[in-house]
């Protein structure tokens, strides 16, 4: 049986030889047309959602690339623990400018919630562990630095959780939970 909208509208318009507007609202093809589009609109939502989610750790991700421009060679651990932190700091100007902004008694604005809020986030992930590109070889480096931009290219790359007190635990692809 088909699912997909195209194949169900492509079954239905042969068997009425091309027309399907005129179709009774509660007969059996209306019926499956109109769950193959739900099931088209549910799935587009779904994927909607998952590629928004997963465009956070692709952010990141470019982050530490475009912090590592103009530097060579394997970055030791304080370095990777000092870009964590300054990974963090990146909007803090932003934010600073946006109080700056806002008059005496006003309510904060949306950009100044939407920073407040990624930065607790993030400083909450950082105690337990902020998910980062490993860096600490020059082999991990270099994927990092050929790493096309698109989530799907990150699964070649490694992974390590930086916490706030120094440590370095090793991680892996996708992110889940403190892995």
């Known amino acids: 049986m088909a699912r997909a909208l195209s194949k169900v509208h492509k079954q239905i318009s042969k068997k009425r030889n091309g027309k399907t507007n005129n179709l009774h609202e509660n007969s ?3 019926k499956r047309l109109r769950a193959a589009g739900a099931r088209e609109e549910k799935l587009n939502k779904m994927m909607d ?3 928004k989610q997963n ?8 982050w530490f690339k475009s912090a590592l421009e103009g530097s060579v060679g394997a ?3 304080e ?7 300054s990974f963090i700091d990146r909007e803090d100007e932003q934010l600073a400018e946006a109080q700056q902004q806002r008059r005496p008694g006003r309510p904060p ?7 407040k ?3 607790d986030s993030e400083e909450r992930e950082f105690r337990g562990g902020l998910w980062v590109p490993e860096l600490r070889t020059q082999e991990s ?3 990092l630095e050929r790493w096309n931009g698109e989530w799907d290219g990150l699964n070649t790359l490694e992974f390590v959780r930086v916490v706030r007190n120094g440590e370095i635990k090793p991680s892996s692809f996708p992110p889940k939970g403190l892995s």
Do not use: G, M, N, W
Request: proline share 0%; net charge positive; hydrophobic share 45%.
């Open 55 to 62: 465009q956070v750790y692709v952010i990141r991700v470019a």
């Open 79 to 85: 370095e990777l623990h000092l870009l964590t932190q």
């Open 75 to 77: 970055v030791s651990d």
């Open 49 to 51: 959602a998952a590629v």
């Open 141 to 143: 480096r270099s994927k």
């Open 109 to 115: 604005s949306k950009l100044e919630e939407q920073i």
């Open 28 to 30: 059996r093809d209306a």
């Open 117 to 119: 809020l990624r930065k």
